[in-house]
């Protein structure tokens, strides 16, 4: 019978772990005090409409990994940045500020799910001479995060993006770095064909974040390698007891 030595158990547990890295192939996850969510591919853009964003620091996107925002604008420290909110009469803007109804920190509130479609939302448009919109999050301490999901609009003349990326700042040279680019999803029903009311129990009411339409920038899932086989060589047979 052939008996392993410890030294090739050794030698096939690295290549377990080598194969194993090479499969997972990226990150599972990225630390940073300011992450960004960046919507681009518009085509022609009116704004951007997002009804909902959730940071979680586990690929896995469940439920138990989700991370709070604390905006300080509803008494807590992170710090929430835009590229631009939409304003449909600058003179009324500059007298009474931006429409509540549209503050990008709507999409961050505890409330708010997949299926609030018709309630608060956030109007993104981009900076002068840029093709992009984004949300920018500063945290007062560093944040693992393995999974943002962002829920937008329908399609129709209410523009979605075709592309969504997310962004971190590096924690040594405080540039901004790119984590994952993913296609952008959204409720397939074309504005203008239903109501907001009969959408909402159409899409996304009933699964929450796992609905189809909801876009999940995930990093790597975790995978460990397997266990190595034990380093002790094996038992030999016994031999039977002599007469």
């Known amino acids: 019978m052939q008996i392993r030595s410890s030294r090739d158990e050794r030698m096939r547990a690295a290549i377990l772990i080598l194969s194993a890295t090479a499969i997972v192939g990226q990150r599972t996850n990225v630390t940073s005090r300011a992450f960004r969510i960046i919507g681009s ?9 997002v009804h909902a964003i959730r940071l979680l620091s586990h690929a896995s996107c469940g439920e138990e990994w989700s991370i709070p925002t604390n905006l300080d604008s509803r008494g807590g420290t992170t710090m929430l940045q835009s590229s631009g909110t939409y304003c449909g009469n600058a003179v009324f803007c500059s007298f009474f500020g931006i429409n509540p109804q549209i503050d990008p920190a709507n ?4 409330a708010q799910g997949p299926a609030s479609l018709k ?5 993104g448009i981009p900076q002068a001479n840029e093709n992009t919109v984004w949300l920018q999050l500063d945290f007062a301490e560093a944040q693992t995060v393995g999974c943002v999901q962002v829920f937008q609009g329908r399609s129709g003349p209410i523009k ?27 409720c397939p029903i074309p504005y203008g064909t239903i109501s907001d009311d009969i959408l909402i129990n159409n899409c996304c009411a009933a699964d929450a974040w796992e609905c189809t339409a909801v876009t999940n920038l995930r990093l790597a899932l975790e995978l460990l390698p397997p266990a ?9 047979p016994s031999m039977p007891p002599s007469t």
Not at 107 to 110: G, R, T
Not at 228 to 236: A, L, Q
């Open 160 to 186: 979605i993006a075709s592309t969504l990326s997310l962004q971190a700042k590096t924690m040594d040279t405080d540039e901004w770095e790119e984590v994952v680019t993913v296609a952008g999803r959204s």
């Open 228 to 236: 190595p086989p034990s380093t002790s060589p094996s038992t030999p």
């Open 41 to 49: 591919g518009f085509g022609n853009l009116t704004w951007w409409k």
């Open 119 to 123: 309630d608060a939302y956030w109007a």
């Open 107 to 110: 999409v961050f509130d505890v």
